[in-house]
């Protein structure tokens, strides 16, 4: 105002150098939060694409596709196909077989290579195409003898190679592969021996020892995965639900219900690792439930979604007005038909939402899983039945990323990136329904 | 699996109830409901509960008391010139109970071979090797003082199973009968029915302290049998992390307490700005479509597992600094797992909670802070910075807080990518270790609990737990001391 009036020349309209400034000023500060937004969403959008454009390459995989002569000679020395004696023929039979099948399909299509004798060809082939051959000899022994088509798996090299992770100048010291090897390679998928195809066995598949990453698959622990989210929506929807209407409908304002009120909020923010420690030393060290089991990770995600089942379930709970408790108790309901007959109700939609998030925080979480022995544990079986399911050791999907992440060879890499793609995906999924619930349900009072 | 079976028995006994005490109710009434103190559901509902409940706690306690009790009477069986010198009793008892397990599983898969069993003083190997066969590895040979501790363990872990058994169906049937008895047209079922309702909610709530109680005793009981091991003085004041499991560990925890805070204070550096920025501009700039748009995406970063982006410092983020400031580069790093990586990534991570937590506190502020502010002729970003954050400091302040607890107890990305070494150091390129890295790495793997170098690992969980407990509390209560000064 003095301004103004001290220069009676100069209007409102123009600016001095203080306002402008003071603008400069309010145009930097704008700026700064555009570039936080945008480093926000950068970040965002450089973390799925990394994801992303690593993981992928776990959904295809090299095949094989030659004709082997299942030789008798070799899988039934004494010729009587007595399945006691051809199982006792082991996957080192089986091996030279395949390799001298992939030899003979190279002659037979004249490609040139200075890679003349059938061993020579073990690194194109990995090894576990012997034990696809042989639970197929052991399944149909009537094959014996004849020359059947198979598609085996390509070794980890190979693979990486149509890949592009394995490349000429990076082999030199490698000793699972050679130069005249790519060579063939490259001969091989133009004659489309060696094809690329998706990969379902990465999906469905159980995992595989160091070695053989080409036969890695991430099915077995996502088995484990469901046994304890089995586990955990089972104790911990109940339990939160009946937790929750207790505080907010029937919990007096008394000590007690202030202690249950500190420890759940205290409760949400204990790292996730001390749950492990819980769990630990309280179902293993005290209780000796078996190590690894779904069942004891279910019980530690358990304890620690419940605060988030809590909270949210209270919201939803708070959410709905009290007109509709007293117009319960008008007509003659006691406080608790009240509650489990028409508030519980009006709050589902609500407490689904909630659960559900509180399943994909639970099914995301790694590390107490690694104190109670779900990971350094090679998942290869399938549970056998619904008791095995739940006791038996496994792994589970986030804990199997971890053990990918941690070995030596390059592989596993892109199947812990393609292993996230599908735990993304789950998550997504779960987040999807908990806003179409959320949509579709959500009533405004 | 009995006590599943038994689970299943009560299930069925309890429909039963529910289905007969309607019916008697019913009948009592003469068929005429409306002469019931209760609606029929109730009287059904009393004699379900009345079956459930009561055998159902029998079942629970039994159950987590039977190893307890069994442990004891065997230990105190067990003769004591048979414990090997560098053993204790508790040792010996695991061995006892693994051999047991050991034997229970060969039993069931039908490959239990009596023969090791009765030929143990002259072949201790066999039975190892049996015992090995279905998936129970033993350490060292069985001796016959072992093997007859863990026979007489079986043998009492298969009759407490028979007692439990008969015990959880004589409460039961007890509680059907007593119920059955009581059901009758004027007995008022409702009440009753809806009281033990209330005391299973307030069960229920209980979990929540039965689970801090849980944490509380499993980390103070090992943690005290640490410090008897190990003095707490060396653990708290020791300037060196070393352990090995051959003895003579150097255990302080001072390393690791560093590591945890550089690693935590680089995040926050990464974290605070972005995220308090991104909360401003989306609480005061943006127009109501970029918020729509920009704050789920930014929270989607809140959503992803950490296990993620411990890959990603791993695999991405850590080569991607090497390439800078590695060998090739300004040659400051060593190794792509360093501070650094970590710190940058857990920023990452927490950009979202400082955001979101802001954004609320910043949308508390009352509207007529503003209006005053520009009233007065100042700008916008003069009023957001000397009225709004002024108002909000607060719950700022709180907000970063609960950032920095969430930071401290991160375990996926330093496991993944801050590096296994345990220095003082204040290079943010060297690698560096924390405490739940150490925790995780001193408890997996084939962890023999009554060592120092395993048990230290609650100790430091012990720590891990009251430092956050320590900054949620304060966060809690400056938020809550504070808040509705402008309301």
């Keep these: 105002m003095s301004d103004v009036m001290s220069n009676p020349g100069r209007g409102l309209q123009t600016q001095d150098a203080r306002a402008r400034r003071r603008h400069r000023a309010e145009v930097r500060f704008r700026a700064y939060g555009v570039m936080a937004i945008a480093t926000g969403l950068i970040l965002l959008v450089i973390l799925l694409g990394t994801i992303v ?77 012997a034990a696809q051959m042989r639970d197929l000899v052991i399944a149909q022994p009537e094959m014996i003898g004849q020359t059947v088509s198979f598609r085996l798996l390509a070794s980890s090299r190979v693979d990486g190679y149509l890949k592009g992770r394995v490349m000429r100048e990076n082999i030199a010291k490698d000793k699972n592969i050679s130069v005249e090897q790519l060579d063939l390679t490259d001969a091989l998928i133009q004659a489309g021996v060696i094809t690329s195809g998706f990969n379902m066995a990465f999906i469905t598949g159980s995992d595989a020892s160091e070695s053989r990453p080409e036969q890695a698959g991430i099915g077995v622990s996502m088995l484990g995965s469901l046994f304890m989210m089995v586990v955990v929506l089972v104790l911990s929807l109940p339990i939160g639900v009946a937790a929750s209407i207790y505080l907010e409908e029937f919990a007096p304002k008394n000590r007690l219900t202030d202690l249950i009120e500190v420890n759940i909020s205290n409760l949400a923010a204990v790292p996730s690792i001390v749950f492990g420690i819980l769990g630990l030393a309280v179902f293993i060290q005290f209780a000796h439930l078996p190590q690894s089991a779904p069942l004891v990770g279910g019980l530690v995600l358990t304890l620690m979604t419940l605060p988030t089942v809590i909270i949210s379930t209270r919201a939803a709970l708070k959410a709905v007005p009290p007109s509709i408790r007293d117009a319960a108790l008008g007509v003659g309901a006691s406080k608790m038909q009240s509650v489990f007959h028409h508030v519980l109700p009006l709050a589902m939609p609500g407490i689904l939402t909630g659960t559900i998030l509180g399943l994909a925080q639970a099914l995301g979480e790694t590390a107490p899983l690694l104190l109670i022995g779900m990971v350094g544990y090679v998942a290869t079986n399938y549970p056998g039945g619904l008791a095995s399911g739940f006791l038996d050791p496994n792994s589970a999907m986030p804990a199997q990323i971890y053990e990918w992440a941690k070995r030596a060879d390059p592989a596993f890499y892109e199947r812990a990136w393609g292993g996230i793609m599908i735990l993304l995906a789950f998550l997504l999924m779960m987040n999807i329904i908990a806003i179409l619930l959320r949509r579709r349900f959500e009533r405004r009072w | 699996m009995p006590a599943l079976w038994l689970l299943l028995i009560l299930i069925l006994l309890g429909v039963i109830g529910y289905v007969v005490g309607r019916a008697r109710a019913v009948r009592s009434a003469g068929g005429n409901v409306s002469d019931l103190h209760s609606l029929p559901n109730h009287y059904g509902s009393f004699v379900a509960l009345s079956v459930v409940v009561p055998a159902l706690t029998v079942m629970l306690i039994w159950l987590l008391a039977q190893p307890l009790v069994l442990n004891a009477i065997v230990s105190t069986d067990f003769p004591v010139v048979a414990i090997p010198e560098n053993a204790s009793v508790d040792l010996v008892m695991s061995d006892v109970r693994r051999i047991a397990e050991g034997l229970d599983k060969a039993e069931a898969q039908g490959v239990l071979d009596q023969s090791p069993l009765n030929t143990i003083a002259d072949d201790a190997g066999a039975l190892r090797g049996m015992l090995a066969g279905v998936g129970v590895a033993l350490g060292a040979d069985v001796t016959p003082e072992v093997l007859s501790a863990s026979q007489s363990y079986r043998a009492l872990a298969a009759s407490g199973q028979g007692m439990m058994t008969g015990l959880v169906l004589l409460v039961a049937l007890v509680g059907f009968a007593y119920a059955i008895r009581r059901t009758h047209k004027e007995f008022r079922a409702r009440n009753v029915v809806e009281a033990g309702i209330k005391t299973l909610l307030i069960f229920a709530a209980s979990i929540a302290i039965l689970t801090t109680i849980g944490i509380v005793l499993s980390l103070i009981f090992n943690t005290l049998h640490f410090f008897r091991l190990h003095p707490a003085s060396d653990f708290f004041q020791g300037l060196v992390w070393a352990p090995s499991f051959g003895g003579g560990s150097e255990l302080g925890v001072l390393p690791l307490l560093w590591g945890t805070l550089y690693i935590s204070l680089i995040a926050l550096i990464v974290a605070v700005p972005v995220g308090l920025f991104a909360a401003i501009y989306l609480s005061e700039y943006a127009t109501p479509g970029v918020r729509a748009f ?166 430091l969980g012990m ?22 000064q402008y309301e």
Excluded: C, H
């Design chain 2, 463 to 484: 720590t891990l737990f009251v430092i956050t407990l320590a900054l949620n509390v304060v966060a809690l209560m400056i938020v809550r001391t504070y808040r509705e």
């Design chain 2, 294 to 459: 920009a704050k789920p995406l930014i929270e989607i970063l809140a959503g992803i597992p950490t296990i993620v982006y411990g890959l990603f410092a791993l695999l991405t983020v850590g080569p991607m600094l090497m390439s800078v400031f590695g060998r090739d580069g300004l040659g400051w790093m060593q190794a792509g797992t360093a501070v650094i990586t970590a710190g940058l990534v857990m920023g990452i991570m927490l950009i979202p909670f400082v955001s979101s937590l802001s954004d609320d506190i910043i949308n508390a502020v009352p509207q007529s802070l503003r209006d005053g502010s520009y009233a007065l002729g100042s700008t916008q970003s003069e009023t957001i910075r000397q009225v709004v954050l002024p108002a909000a400091l607060p719950g700022i302040v709180g907000a970063i807080l609960l950032a920095a607890s969430r930071a401290i107890g991160e375990t996926m990305i330093v496991v993944l990518g801050a590096g296994a070494a345990a220095r003082l150091d204040l290079n943010p390129f060297e690698a560096m270790t924390t405490v739940t890295a150490k925790i995780v790495s001193q408890l997996t793997g084939d962890a023999d609990f009554a060592s120092p170098e395993a048990l230290v690992a609650f100790a």
């Design chain 1, 53 to 129: 454009s690593n993981g992928t390459g776990a959904f295809r995989q090299a095949f094989v596709e030659i004709d082997v002569y299942l030789d008798p000679a070799k899988l039934d020395k004494k010729g009587n196909r007595d399945i006691a004696d051809i199982k006792k023929v082991s996957t080192f039979g089986y091996a030279p077989l395949a390799q001298q099948a992939l030899l003979a399909e190279i002659e037979a299509r004249g490609i040139e290579t200075p890679l003349r004798k059938a061993k020579e060809m073990k690194n194109l082939l990995s090894s576990s195409a």
